[in-house]
């Protein structure tokens, strides 16, 4: 990660928490873990929106509200390496 990212991700974090202060190990290990885990999850999100559009997995909602998420009984193993391509392609551009 470059240093403009990394600054970004840090002020990112500020203007959520603009009372917050910390060392440099604990910026790195609570901040911008916090910053990451927050975009894996929506990029996590993302991906299984597109897997559901294409009918590779569903969703149940769960009592609590949340939704766990199935791979469909037609899923085979071509149709996971075509999107496994389509995603690598996605990540490279």
Same mark, same amino acid.
């Given at each position: ?26 910026i790195s290990r609570w901040w911008l873990?916090? !910053? #990451? ?5 929506n990029t996590v999100q993302q991906a299984?929106? %597109?897997?559901?559009?294409?009918? /590779?997995?569903? !969703? #149940? ?12 009984? %037609?899923?085979?193993?071509?149709? /996971? ?13």
């Amino acid at each position: 990660m470059d240093d403009k990212k990394m600054a970004q991700e840090i002020m990112a974090y500020l203007r959520e928490n603009p009372c917050a202060g910390d060392s440099v190990e604990g910026i790195s290990r609570w901040w911008l873990t916090r !910053e #990451r885990i927050t975009q894996s999850i929506n990029t996590v999100q993302q991906a299984l929106e %597109h897997l559901s559009s294409v009918g /590779l997995v569903y !969703e #149940r909602r769960m009592a609590d509200g949340r939704k766990v998420y199935f791979a469909t009984a %037609h899923t085979e193993a071509s149709a /996971l390496i075509e999107i496994e391509k389509e995603f690598e392609g996605r990540l490279l551009q």
